[in-house]
């Protein structure tokens, strides 16, 4: 984190929250010093980046390729009219540093697959922002490949799913076959409303952990129109192929 005016600024912008119980001035700190990667700054993405900020979180290290489109713009809370055409990567940058300006927002226009390298290594835990199984089959082999735990979170339509997920078990592969398809914002939409909720829901997850309370495995389902929200156990599948075996079909390990 940029340098700050130390305790009496952490207790003039964090009040509200040091007087949790759950969080308190040594939490608050913790928070402070955390690194997190944000992949993809979309709908999910955009939510859960603000809310770290905001929370304190000391480096949000952010990829994405894509430019702000017209249609975005109902879901995606980094954005608004004058962004349109812009990287989403360099736009949302802008806007988290307005946010918290004692939070360093490393940007990165292009894919994951192709910055890992620069962008991953060091960080606390990853979030996914992603729209994409097969961004997410990476992301969940980067996590066991470099040791770091990462939040799932997928949202389509009226139903959301997210869960922390760890490189010694459960990962993405001990429930989701590698043919798997899933209902995406493209093919089902989304209420932008579900997307924050669900965003809320992630980064809190993240939160946990990086306070030392994380709750590995444990699917939060959430139906926005009913309101319900589900606790799903997901155990670590024995011989796995990923986090067991390190059989990475979408990591490339050998180029640069």
Known sequence: MKES????????RFLRQIILDDVGEKGQRKLMEAKVLIVGVGATGCAQAELLARM??????IVDPDRVEESNLHRQTCYDEGDL?????????????????????????????????????????????????RTRYFLNELSVHLGI????????GAFGQSVLLSPDGPCLACFLPENATLPTCDTE?????????????????????????????????????????????????????VHEKRVFKHLDLESK
């Open 85 to 133: 055409g812009r990287y989403k990567a360099a736009r949302a940058s802008e806007h988290l540093s307005r946010i918290h300006p004692h939070t360093i927002v490393v940007a990165a226009v292009g894919r994951i697959e192709e910055n890992w390298r620069e962008i991953a290594p060091g960080v606390d835990i990853i979030l996914d922002g992603t729209d994409c199984v």
């Open 5 to 12: 005016n130390g305790g009496e600024y952490l207790k003039r």
């Open 56 to 61: 304190g979180v000391g480096e949000i290290r």
């Open 189 to 241: 939409g989304v209420f932008p409303t579900l997307a924050v909720a669900l965003s809320a829901i992630s980064a809190h997850t993240a939160v946990k952990y990086l306070l030392g309370r994380g709750e590995v495995g444990v699917m939060k389902v959430l139906d926005i129109n009913s309101g319900r929200l589900e606790n799903i156990k997901i155990a670590p599948k024995e011989g796995c192929s």
């Open 149 to 156: 735990p990462w939040v799932f979170t997928g949202v389509a």
